[in-house]
């Protein structure tokens, strides 16, 4: 599996933990939109696009298979987050 494009959308506003909104291209051909990007306790954790149950759990509608590929996509996304961030950051478009 090749990403080759990820596309992050950081939050301007103060939306408490989520901080971006990344998509992921894999293989030119398939699409993730809907990636989250939050704040945790310690670091940054993705969560992947998921649907509200009617019981009111959060389930994933797409998630990785196994941990490799998790911590691929993970380290992958939040590279590209802290990039975009250190630019908004030298432009003044974004105070963190």
Known sequence: MNITETRIRLVKKDEGKLKAVATITI??????HDIKIIKGTDDHFIA?????TPSGEYKDIVHPLNTETREMLKSLILGEFDKAVKEAIASGEYAG
């Open 27 to 32: 293989d030119d051909c398939f699409v993730i």
């Open 48 to 52: 992947m696009p998921s649907k509200k």
